[in-house]
């Protein structure tokens, strides 16, 4: 199953290019603020999230566009960018 | 002859002058445009006309054969000159060749013809020294030799079959370099030389397989990357028949759709070969751009397969399928289909999160649906909500970029 807007969702960003149905298209959407309670709940899964999450945007590269990842985005950065966006206070790394 | 020989004598001699014109014309065309084919072969045309104009000035005729036998010296002395100017027209020939003669503008696999043809013009230059210099009759020469090209054609029969299998192959030219060819045998790989006697593929353990030039023209070939280095994949997948094989088949057209690696054009295709009670049998054939991009676009395919099928509610055919009623199986993907936390277990990004939380997050999902056409994120927008495909194709356009690169499906269910 693939997601969109992963990148802008979790980090804030603009999105890197327009996104055009080719067929008649269904999705399911997810709010931000659907998704922090569940952060503050368990703020481990912020990390899990972004580890997850850059895996798939290294994987991303070879097989979707190349502009959508910023060079020298590492996990703690992206975990620090998840947690301030939903929210979630701060634990010493 | 040479003891009351002043300079301006020995300049006028013909010795001198045709020696110091040779010595000259061989180190200016042989190390002075060395690395110039055009150049030289110029310079070869120049000097072998000044040397014809020397020896014709000074009545020494190279095509003819010497008729007074005079003295020893000036015998010798005309013979090396008529032998000079021999090599000097057989080279200015072959320059001539090497320069001019090319198959359909590629030098490499023209490079067989043009050493026969220079290989010709040597003999010829080496029977007429031998005819119009030494005065031995040629004709009887070509005679007597007729017994030993016999016994130098037994002696090298196989080379000799090589060699002229490699002229036809490269007249034919059924391949050339940088090919990928299959053999009927089952020996394939990229074509990286093609020589006298041998043709040396590449193949995909990258190894070098000499293949004689003989065996090659016997046996049959198949050129993958003719007429252009587009490639056609086909895959078989048999799904269980748990559904309309339109519905299926149409599953398999988003599949190739989606897939980054097939060429737009020709279009993929999706055939149903067949159906039983247990499997739809479907071919799913598309074009790559290279043949080296086969295995990562299969792999591509099947994984893509995987997912849509999952998504559709599909199964694979086989055993397990074999032994539930399709009716059954309609009844679990219905089910399947209304719960909105399968969507969640497809998105490997969500495989961290627990069942509850996925109860959660799947409670605050919202449905939408877009027509075909229609943007669903707009580019530089930031997303305050998480898009996941259920179903169809997206593309993605990226402005101020090439529209065959910015533009590619990226998912779909």
């Known amino acids: 199953m693939n997601t969109l807007a992963r990148q802008g969702f979790f980090s804030g960003v603009g999105e890197a290019a327009t996104l055009r149905a080719l067929t008649a298209v269904v999705v399911y959407e997810i709010d931000q603020s659907s998704l922090a309670p569940l952060l503050q709940e368990r703020a481990a899964l912020a990390e899990e999230l972004a580890l997850t999450l850059s895996h798939r945007v290294e994987y991303g590269l070879s097989l979707t566009n190349r502009g959508m990842t910023q060079k020298g985005k590492s996990v703690p950065s992206l975990v620090a960018r998840i947690k301030s966006l939903f929210e979630v206070p701060q634990s010493e790394l | ?413």
Do not use: C
């Open chain 2, 1 to 413: 002859m040479f003891q009351n020989l002043s300079w301006s004598q020995a300049i006028v001699d013909p010795t001198v002058q045709a020696g110091t014109l040779a010595v000259v014309g061989v180190f200016t065309t042989r190390v002075g445009m060395r690395g110039f084919p055009k150049i030289r072969f110029a310079g070869q045309v120049f000097f072998f006309v000044a040397l014809t104009v020397l020896l014709l000035y000074h009545g020494i005729v190279p095509y003819q054969e010497e008729p007074q036998a005079s003295e020893a010296f000036e015998r010798i002395f005309i013979a090396l000159a008529k032998i000079i100017w021999w090599i000097y027209a057989a080279s200015a020939l072959v320059g001539f060749v090497r320069v001019y003669l090319r198959f359909e503008g590629q030098p490499r696999e023209g490079r067989l013809v043009q050493d026969l043809v220079v290989g010709l013009i040597y003999l010829g230059a080496t029977l007429s020294v031998v005819a119009y210099v030494l005065g031995v009759p040629v004709g009887t020469l070509i005679a007597t030799s007729g017994v030993f090209a016999i016994i130098l054609g037994l002696a090298m029969q196989s080379t000799l079959s090589d060699v002229f299998s490699g002229i036809a192959l490269n007249l034919g030219r059924p391949y050339s370099i940088g090919d990928w060819i299959v053999l009927n045998d089952k020996i394939e790989g990229r074509v990286v030389e093609t020589n006298w006697r041998s043709t040396h593929l590449l193949n995909s353990t990258n190894d070098l397989v000499v293949l004689p030039n003989s065996f090659l023209a016997k046996v049959g070939l198949t050129n993958l990357s003719s007429p252009d280095r587009s490639h056609g994949v086909s895959l078989e997948v048999e799904v269980a028949p748990t559904t309309m094989p339109s519905m299926i088949s149409a599953v398999m057209t988003s599949v190739l759709l989606n897939s980054t690696k097939s060429l737009p054009e020709p279009p993929p295709t999706v055939q149903i070969k067949g159906i039983t009670a247990t499997a739809l049998e479907l071919e799913l054939s598309f074009r790559v751009r290279d043949i080296s991009e086969v295995p990562a676009a299969k792999n591509e395919l099947y994984d893509l397969l995987y997912r849509h099928l999952r998504a559709a509610g599909l199964v694979l055919a086989g055993a397990e399928a074999a032994q539930s009623t399709p009716g059954d199986r309609i009844e679990t993907t219905t089910q399947r289909k209304k719960t909105p936390l399968s969507p969640l277990n497809a998105v490997p990004l969500f495989s961290s999160l627990t069942d509850e939380e996925k109860e959660i997050l799947a409670r605050s999902m919202k449905r939408r649906s877009f027509k075909k056409d229609e943007h669903i994120i707009e580019q530089g927008d930031t997303a305050s909500s998480l898009t996941i495909v259920r179903a169809g194709a997206v593309s993605r356009h990226a402005a101020g970029r090439n529209e065959g690169d910015g533009s590619r499906t990226v998912g779909s269910w």
